[in-house]
């Protein structure tokens, strides 16, 4: 194809009156993008330190600071978001911060271009890094170095497998460029074809509106797709939707179907990792499509699960993957599922997938992730979204009724120590901006923020309760890894907040009155809460106590609003 580039040339091949992608109120060029991307390699060449870490809502103004960090000669780290967690967790590996995140953290800022801007000479893509992370699927995110050859080796097998049937679309995305998938489909793979990109993620209400207006590419996960509102007028579309991409976890059959049905395009999954970059793909036409590898992908099944070399790996050789295979007519597989989803419990071997499917087949079970959770002895636990809505306001009852006729669906195949002891309804499961549901969201639903409170009294001014420190409350986390203890804040909020249940208090906080802290509360400690309320001075009185004595005291005063 004429207009297709190397990606390594993208900054500096001319391309006189293409659209890059599309902004507010018109089109951005490639000269303004060039423009954008000198001054940030300006500003990156005059800051210290070689690693960088790079957060934009936007993906224009994203993938202009990436092209100006690597022409600085920078690498790049990639957090999947901006809250405070992920920010302070990159802070150690990188000298800075660029984009959208708090001024705290001192984000670099693009040259004023008040100077001569250096040209932009091509790019060594064999020295150029970009570092991401795994989506913590099944643990917690590693960080993943991938070479510039590796992103653009996998650029050309995208575009030899897809790009004739999206000649002229316009690329728009409800995932974010902040994760591999997104990169490479929202950035990368069409900067380098000369397609414009729509900076900003989409939702559902626009995406009908925004899909309708040219010939257009959409770039989900399976998350969004399951999620499609049918009531929307997707007959709008009337043909310009060229293709539906979708990767990041399996595709359920029934939302592929319901997908073609309503948008007229029949999806295309790209299956990969982090780690291995681009696979295989495969086309909803047919009921169960089969997956076919993409260019420059060789595969074979070692110890029955799939192998591949490909040029997307950071070296020669094969990489084994832990996704069970089978072979199929041609060149073509199907997949089984994960290897490494197969745990043991108590000396058991126990499928986590094959626990999941079970349990989707219940009349009653809209969908459903199995975890382990660890401890003295691991036990497995359900995060199950209902079929029946509002399951966030059940009550006690209606949870256990459910989670005992789950039990017994699934007694006729697994004894009670291989199927799940502990249960979780909720509305939705916690997918985060790339569509994924993560280990660490999943088990944080088992992590209490709330000690199980017992209430000992409970009269007009006057109430106690017995609140067990179990070592699972999150409150411990970081107060302090060698010695966890119950933060001095934690004991004010329970206060405050068991003195609302058990009185009726004024809105507004004013100050504290002779707070004492005396001796530390450790998990393991049970510790006896005695409020008492003084409603002439609005004063509520607090006392910590346990078998080591009195841990903590003080006065609330409280206001009117």
């Given at each position: 194809m004429a207009e297709w580039i190397a990606l390594d040339r993208l900054a500096v091949a001319p391309r006189p009156g293409r659209a890059v992608g599309v902004v507010e109120g018109g089109v951005l060029d490639h000269a303004a993008f060039v423009d954008q991307v000198q001054r940030w390699q300006q500003a990156f060449a005059q800051a210290p330190g070689r690693d960088w870490?790079?957060?934009?809502?936007?993906?224009?103004?994203?993938?202009?600071?990436l092209f100006g960090a690597w022409h600085a000669g920078k690498r790049v780290f990639l957090g999947g978001d901006n809250l405070p967690a992920t920010l302070d967790g990159l802070s150690p590996r990188v000298a800075g911060f660029v984009g959208d995140v708090p001024e705290r953290y001192a984000p670099l800022r693009p040259a004023d271009g008040s100077t001569a801007a250096m040209p932009l000479q091509a790019l060594d893509e064999d020295a150029l890094e970009l570092v991401v992370f795994t989506s913590g699927s099944t643990g917690a995110p590693t960080a993943i170095a991938k070479r510039m050859r590796q992103l653009t080796r996998e650029v050309d097998a995208l575009q030899a497998a897809f790009g004739e049937q999206l000649d002229g679309a316009q690329i728009h995305g409800t995932v974010s460029?902040?994760?591999?998938?997104?990169?490479?489909f929202r950035v990368l793979w069409p900067l380098a074809a000369g397609r414009a990109i729509q900076p900003r993620r989409f939702f559902h209400e626009d995406l009908v509106s925004?899909?309708?207006?040219?010939?257009?590419?959409?770039?989900?996960?399976?998350?969004?797709?399951?999620?499609?509102?049918?009531?929307?007028?997707?007959?709008?579309?009337?043909?310009?939707?060229?293709?539906?991409?979708?990767s990041g976890g399996p595709l359920p059959a029934e939302a592929a179907l319901q997908v073609r049905a309503l948008?007229?395009?029949?999806?295309?999954e790209v299956f990969g990792s982090s780690e291995t970059g681009g696979i295989a793909w495969r086309r909803w036409s047919a009921e169960s499509p089969q997956w076919h590898p993409l260019p420059g992908v060789a595969w074979r099944i070692q110890d029955g699960c799939l192998a591949v070399s490909s040029p997307h790996l950071d070296a020669a050789g094969w990489w084994q993957t832990q996704d069970r295979v089978a072979a199929d007519e041609g060149h073509s597989f199907r997949l089984l599922g994960r290897a490494d989803r197969i745990v043991k419990i108590e000396e058991r071997r126990v499928s986590l997938d094959a626990l999941e499917q079970q349990l989707r087949d219940h009349p009653?079970?809209?969908?459903?992730?199995?975890?382990?959770?660890p401890g003295a002895r691991d036990q497995l636990a359900a995060v199950v979204v209902p079929q029946q809505a509002g399951a966030g306001q059940w009550s006690d009852g209606e949870r256990r009724r459910l989670a005992q006729q789950l039990g017994t669906a699934l007694a006729g195949s697994h004894d009670a120590v291989t199927r799940p002891r502990r249960w979780r309804f909720v509305e939705e499961l916690p997918f985060n901006a790339q569509g994924k549901v993560t280990a660490a969201a999943l088990g944080a639903l088992f992590r209490p923020l709330m000690p199980a409170a017992e209430w000992v009294q409970r009269d007009a001014?006057?109430?106690?309760?017995?609140?067990?420190?179990?070592?699972?409350?999150?409150?411990?986390?970081?107060?302090?890894?060698?010695?966890?203890?119950?933060?001095?804040?934690?004991?004010?909020?329970w206060a405050i907040h068991y003195g609302r249940m058990a009185f009726t208090l004024p809105p507004r906080f004013l100050r504290m009155d002779a707070l004492k802290f005396q001796h530390v509360a450790r998990p393991g400690d049970c510790l006896q809460l005695a409020l008492a309320w003084d409603a002439a001075k609005a004063t509520l009185g607090f006392r910590y106590t346990s078998d080591h004595g009195v841990h903590a005291s003080g006065r609330v005063v409280f206001g009117d609003a």
């Open positions: 870490a790079l957060y934009f809502d936007d993906a224009l103004a994203f993938a202009a600071a460029h902040q994760h591999i998938y997104g990169l490479l925004a899909l309708a207006a040219q010939d257009s590419v959409l770039v989900a996960t399976p998350a969004h797709l399951k999620r499609l509102p049918e009531q929307l007028d997707w007959s709008s579309l009337n043909g310009r939707l060229r293709a539906v991409f979708s948008l007229g395009v029949a999806p295309t009653m079970v809209q969908d459903v992730r199995v975890l382990v959770l001014d006057a109430a106690a309760l017995r609140l067990p420190l179990e070592a699972d409350l999150v409150v411990f986390d970081g107060h302090f890894p060698q010695a966890k203890i119950l933060p001095g804040v934690v004991q004010l909020d």
